[in-house]
Every structure is written in structure tokens, then in C-alpha cells.
Nanobody
Framework: QVQLVESGAGSVQAGGSLRLSCAASGRSFSIYTMAWFRQAPGKEREFVAHISWYGSRTDYADSVKGRFTISRDNVKNTVSLQMNNLKAEDTAVYYC????????????????WGQGTQVTVSS
């Protein structure tokens, strides 16, 4: 089992940058696929990015490709999301998630979730 805690909430102007971090506690962090999802008001939770066990494979939603970068540190048990060139439509609560499955973008396949952290981008 793993517990996840996000940090890095903030408000920025469009075009700005933010970095979100997720600290994991529990055993065997490196065996989990890690991901970021987000949920805007009135919308369903959606996939943003995921990273494989040892960071060799990443995948992104089309809406964030080229702007966001996911990374992980299996020594520090953290996963990060660097967000550049932010847009108003990136405004959402961002969630860190973990699964024992291989890389997947399907929300229901993630068993462990953080509490979420708010990102607000003003235009």
C-alpha cells in the first residue's frame, strides 16, 4: 500500500509555470506506475500524464504535450509534474495517483490517490 501527498498548489498568469510534487510513503514505491490526473469544476477527472516504474516510459494527454513533464525519483519516493506555458484551461485540482498495473491512462485502474492540489491559471 502507498500513501500520496501532493504539494505545489498555486495561482499563476497564463504563460507561467508551476511545479507539483507528490510524496509517497509505504513500501516498494518503484514498482508503482505513477500518474497525474486533474479535475476542473463540473468536469470528470481526466488523465494528464503517467510514468513507468523506473521512468523509462512516459505518456501525456494531447492537451499538455510539449508543455508538461512528469518525472520521478525512486530514492526520494517522489513524482513531479513540471507545468510550463500554463493556460486558463489548465485550471483544476491536480491529483497524484498510483497503480501496480503497467502504464495506463484509465482513472479506475489507479488504486491510490492523493488529496489533490489546486492549480489556478488566470488569463
Amino acid at each position: 500500500q502507498v500513501q500520496l501527498v501532493e504539494s505545489g498548489a498555486g495561482s499563476v498568469q497564463a504563460g507561467g509555470s508551476l511545479r507539483l510534487s507528490c510524496a509517497a510513503s509505504g513500501r516498494s514505491f518503484s514498482i508503482y506506475t505513477m500518474a497525474w490526473f486533474r479535475q476542473a469544476p463540473g468536469k470528470e477527472r481526466e488523465f494528464v500524464a503517467h510514468i513507468s516504474w523506473y521512468g523509462s516510459r512516459t505518456d501525456y494527454a494531447d492537451s499538455v504535450k510539449g508543455r508538461f513533464t512528469i518525472s520521478r525519483d525512486n530514492v526520494k519516493n517522489t513524482v513531479s509534474l513540471q507545468m510550463n506555458n500554463l493556460k486558463a484551461e489548465d485550471t483544476a485540482v491536480y491529483y497524484c495517483a498510483a497503480t501496480l498495473l503497467r502504464a495506463t491512462a484509465v482513472t479506475r485502474e489507479y488504486n491510490y490517490w492523493g488529496q489533490g492540489t489546486q492549480v489556478t491559471v488566470s488569463s
